[in-house]
């Protein structure tokens, strides 16, 4: 069995104030996209590791990235204007694969997460093959009720990668793609028309998503 990993490259900078796609940004020597795509390709059973980026910037990734993939290769596919639209551009782009059981699982990760590491990577791989869908998830520690009460201890943060078995969610996007439906995050997909049971796997707030410009060093402090 083997696993595809698509990594959602397609943003932008302003937030962090940069005049460059955040994910081309450095983070301690190399690039943050390089962080996950080297996670993603070490883990054992990861065939095929596929980045989406904004429609011009095939060329600056490409570029960006190929000389930390040794003898590794990577595909580049172009966006959309959504992350829906994104995610479904990678899954045309794998679908003879996924439709002759070559990848079984595939995991769908935001680029400017560069901290996730192989290990989550693998764990949320084998969760999803286990039960059919997998998401990291830390527990909310600074959440504040509106109205005094309590405040429910088992609410979570749902993070990247979030991995499942490759045939529901291919049919799901073109059952969506069918209806013009476009959710919010490739669980909203899955839930509006899959089954699938969906697994939490543990994460820490270490696998931090780069948004604004503190993000950059914080990540850079942190292990890895």
């Known amino acids: 069995m083997s696993a595809a990993v698509v990594i959602l490259a397609a943003g932008t ?11 081309l940004l450095p983070l301690a020597g190399r690039p943050v996209l390089v962080w996950s795509v080297s996670a993603a390709l070490a883990v054992q059973d990861v065939r095929r590791v596929l980045l989406v980026v904004r429609p011009g910037e ?10 930390y993939l040794g003898d590794a290769e990577v595909g580049v596919v172009e ?18 694969e996924i439709e002759s059981g070559a990848i079984d699982v595939v995991a ?11 290990g989550l990577f693998a764990a949320t791989i084998e969760a999803a093959r286990d039960h059919g869908g997998a998401l990291p998830v830390v527990p909310l520690t600074q959440v504040i009720s509106t109205d005094g009460g309590p405040v429910p201890r088992d609410l979570v943060a749902v993070q990247t990668p979030q991995a499942f078995r490759a045939d529901a969610l291919l049919a799901a996007y073109r059952s969506a ?26 994460s820490t707030s270490g696998n931090l998503k780069i948004t ?7 990540a850079a402090r942190l292990p890895r």
């Not at 095939?58 to 000389?67: E, K, L, N, T, Y």
């Not at 966006?79 to 003879?96: D, K, N, Y």
């Not at 604004?212 to 914080?218: I, P, Q, R, Y």
Request: glycine residues 12%; negative net charge.
């Open 177 to 202: 793609d069918a209806d013009g439906f476009e959710g919010t995050d490739t669980a909203s997909c899955l839930e509006r028309y899959g089954d699938l049971r969906i697994a939490a796997v543990p």
């Open 79 to 96: 966006g959309g204007v959504t992350r829906h639209a994104s995610e479904w551009a990678a899954l045309r782009a794998m679908a003879p």
């Open 108 to 118: 769908i990760h935001d680029g400017a997460r560069p901290l996730a590491g192989t």
């Open 212 to 218: 604004f410009a503190d993000d950059v060093s914080l």
């Open 58 to 67: 095939q060329d600056a990734v490409g570029d960006a990235v190929s000389p």
């Open 13 to 23: 900078g302003s937030r962090v104030g940069a005049e460059v796609n955040k994910v």
